[in-house]
């Protein structure tokens, strides 16, 4: 077995809307953005055995354990604002479930939706692996009903041996200022913003961006396809800013229909790039 071009770590997620469902979490966005670049897709994950992952995602290589549950999110959008409800929950992945293999793929996204990844993953990838790290599935818990409620990290560091942490401030009890442990121990960090663009901190000090303009449908997955985009750009150049600028013109076209299937390919990433040359990092 050789590693993949991309591999991703988390719950594959039911995400229920109407009467009917679609397939989600950070593993789903990421797989599909990552295939649109062009790059062999590798996902680990956990879920029950109704979940179809090879006809969902067929051109990648799934390293699924079966689970009892499959991880399944009510998703509901108010003036702007998401709130979430969690209906089931897959068993917690470990770093087992990894093949040996893949630990040395080039690019890897860790990407848990509820806590469900061991702090120490993005340590079990090999040092020339660039690993990025979502940040939203730390910062969750659910209250008595199954609400999903914001909360500090208190463990041990989920970002040791990351290069970037991803986070949106809507995921942060203290904007900003909740990163300052991040930026003193990896690279690069960013912060989207919604509508309103991203912060990003790299080279010792941080930069903002406004977002591209966006007809949006479906803000769903929106900083995964960001997260991915920026990693597989970064990989490629070297460039915070570029990558930067990368991530957020595909969200920008993500959020523009419904759901992983509206993921960008590399070329209407790059004309949305040349559309709004005026956005950059200041």
């Known amino acids: 077995m050789t590693a993949p071009d991309f591999v991703t770590v988390g719950h594959a997620v039911r995400d229920l809307h109407g009467d009917g469902w679609t397939l989600g979490g950070t593993v789903t966005f990421a797989a599909v953005q990552a295939h649109k670049l062009g790059l062999s897709v590798g996902v680990v994950t956990r879920a029950g055995v109704d979940l179809d992952l090879g006809a969902a995602l067929p051109f990648a290589e799934i390293a699924r354990v079966v689970s009892r549950d499959t991880t399944t999110f009510e998703n509901v959008y108010e003036g702007g604002v998401r709130h979430q409800a969690v209906r089931a929950q897959a068993d917690p992945i470990v770093i087992g479930d990894v093949p040996e293999a893949w630990r040395s793929a080039s690019v890897a996204l860790i990407g848990p939706v509820l806590g469900e990844a061991p702090a120490a993953l993005a340590g079990a990838f090999d040092r020339g692996s660039l690993v990025g790290v979502s940040a939203q599935g730390w910062l969750r818990a659910l209250d008595g009903d199954g609400n999903v409620q914001r909360v500090g990290w208190h463990g ?7 290069t970037a942490v991803f986070v949106s401030d809507e995921d942060l009890t203290g904007g900003r200022d909740d990163t300052a442990r991040w930026c003193a121990d990896v690279p690069i960090v960013a912060m989207t913003e919604s509508r309103r663009g991203l912060q990003l901190w790299a080279g010792g000090r941080w930069r903002r961006m406004d977002a591209f ?8 997955g929106a900083g995964d396809t960001f997260a991915t985009a920026f990693l597989i750009r970064f990989a490629e ?4 800013a570029e990558a930067a600028r990368f991530g957020a013109a595909a969200a920008s076209i993500a959020v523009g229909g419904e759901g992983a299937a509206a993921q960008p390919a590399r070329e209407e990433i790059e004309a949305r790039m040349r559309a709004f040359p ?3 990092l200041t």
């Open 278 to 280: 005026e956005i950059r």
């Open 237 to 240: 150049t070297g460039d915070a």
């Open 213 to 220: 303009p966006a007809e949006e449908v479906d803000p769903t």
């Open 156 to 162: 041990e560091p989920f970002w040791r041996g990351a």
